[in-house]
């Protein structure tokens, strides 16, 4: 399988996960310390790659092509720049966004696809997973870009669904509400920890990289016709993106 995003966070969880199934698993992004030190840990193999980039896209599908195929890609790269308002906000983030999130999904779904189709010829099955967010259903102030990216990606894997009807290719969208990944809130405030720590200060268990991961390997290892379309998955403290509960979780009444 082919993970994405690997070198943190949920795709580096995910890595860990399907390495503990027993899976092969190839993980992708751009930091190759990252994923080398990944790859030491858990025998995962590893490429790197700027999913913005076509030509390092053509080049992870000939790797993939040349080393045996896949069954499985987990499409997770991707990630948030600012929380100012649509008016405020720097068009340099919202292209940052639509290129990493949108396009780069798109492209790699592109450039993999006929290697899972030829994958499911074998074995009679495929699967593609894409982390989007709550982001992606739910409007919230400040999420300007990034609602609009994530609306977007998720768009694209429902109409990709659509369009694989009929074949053996099982398509899941995981949508995480607030994740206390490492890196996730710092890129979002270009590297600030205080904003960074302010996120999830106070908040009663926020999900982990773990808790996602777990989620992903539940949905594709389920019988082969089960198709979790859709899994939406938040802490019990956070009802909507703007509807976040600080402080001890306590029975009303
Ligand atoms: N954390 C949350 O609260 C949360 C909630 C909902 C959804 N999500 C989504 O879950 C996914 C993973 O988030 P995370 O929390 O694990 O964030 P993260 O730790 O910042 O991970 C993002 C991953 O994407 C990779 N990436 C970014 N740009 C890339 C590029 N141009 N080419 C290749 N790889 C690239 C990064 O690796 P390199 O920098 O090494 O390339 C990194 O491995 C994202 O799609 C995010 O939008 C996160």
Do not use: C
């Amino acid at each position: 399988m082919v993970v994405t995003g690997a070198s943190s966070g949920i795709g580096a969880a995910t890595v860990r996960a399907f390495r503990t199934e027993g899976w092969e698993v190839l993980g992708v992004a751009r930091r190759e310390d990252r994923l080398r030190a990944l790859a030491a840990e858990t025998g995962a193999e590893v490429f790197a790659a700027d999913l913005t980039k076509q030509d390092d896209v053509d080049a992870l599908r000939d790797h993939v092509a040349a080393t045996g195929g896949i069954h499985a890609l987990v499409n997770n790269a991707g990630g948030a720049r600012g929380l100012e308002s649509v008016e405020e906000s720097s068009l340099e983030d919202w292209a940052w966004m639509y290129e990493i999130n949108v396009l780069g999904t798109k492209r790699v779904i592109s450039a993999l696809l006929p290697l899972l189709r030829q994958g499911a010829s074998e074995t009679g099955h495929a699967d593609i997973l894409v982390v989007t967010s709550i982001a992606g259903l739910t409007a919230y102030p400040g999420g300007g870009g990034y609602n609009a990216a994530k609306f977007a990606e998720h768009a694209l894997t429902e109409v990709l669904r659509l369009e694989l009807n009929g074949e053996p290719i099982r398509v899941v969208e995981v949508a995480p509400g607030m994740v206390a990944t490492e890196e996730f809130s710092l890129v979002r405030f270009g590297g600030d920890k205080e904003r960074r720590d302010a996120v999830y200060e106070d908040v009663p268990e926020p999900l982990s990289a773990e808790d996602i991961a777990e989620t992903i390997v539940h949905a594709l290892t389920l019988p082969r016709h089960v198709d979790l379309d859709l899994i939406v998955v938040k802490p019990v403290a956070q009802a909507a993106p703007y509807r976040l509960h600080k402080g001890a979780l306590t029975v009303r009444g």
